[in-house]
C-alpha cells in the first residue's frame, strides 16, 4: 500500500516537473537587437489633454539579458506647466515567445518559480506588457484593465535612426487618444 502511494506520489512529482520546464525558444531575431542595445536621453514637449504643455526628460536602457532576453529601463520626468514633477521609472525583462518578433515581458515569479507577465485583471491593476521587433522599430506595449471595464493603452515606438533612437508614445484611453509625444533620443557615451 505504502509503496502504491509513493509509486503514484513520484509519477505526480514527475509530471509536475515537466509542466513546469519553461523551454526558452531560441530567438533569431538577437542578433537584431543588438543595434538597439545602449543608454540614450533627450527631451521632449507635448500637449497634454487638458491644453497644457509638460515637457519630458527621457531616458532609457536597452540591455541583453541571458536567454536570447533583453531589459528595457526607462525613466521619464515629466514638468508640468504649474512647476510640478511627476517621475516613473519602470524596469522590464523580456525573453522571446512561440511567435516571431513577439517577447513576453517577465514581470513577476509565479508558483513554479518561472518569471511571467502581470495578470491586467488581478486587484494591483499591473498591466500586461509585451514587446514586438519589426525591422528598425522595438515597441513596447502596455495594457491597462480598468475599474468598470474600460481599458488603457502605452505604446512605446523607439526606431533606430542615424542620430539613435526615435521615440512616439501614445498613450489611448477606451479608444480615445489621450497623449502622444515625439522625440529623439541620442546615445549617451559610455
Known sequence: M???WLVRL????ACFSLLSCKV???SRLSGQLEP????????SES?????EVADRDLTVSIQPLEKNGFSVNWTTVIHTADGQKK???????????SR?????SAMKTDVFGHTVPYDPIAKDGNPYVWAGLDDTTLTVSALYILDGGGYEVQVYKRSLNE???SLEFERIKDGEPMTRISAQLNPVPR
Open 87 to 97: 517621475k516613473s521609472a519602470p524596469s522590464i525583462d523580456f525573453y522571446p515567445s
Open 24 to 26: 526558452e525558444p531560441v
Open 10 to 13: 513520484s509519477m505526480v512529482l
Open 36 to 43: 538597439f542595445y545602449g543608454k540614450y536621453t533627450g527631451t
Open 100 to 104: 516571431p518578433g513577439l517577447f513576453v
Open 163 to 165: 542620430s539613435g533612437l
Open 47 to 51: 500637449p497634454e489633454g487638458r491644453g
Open 2 to 4: 505504502a509503496r502504491t
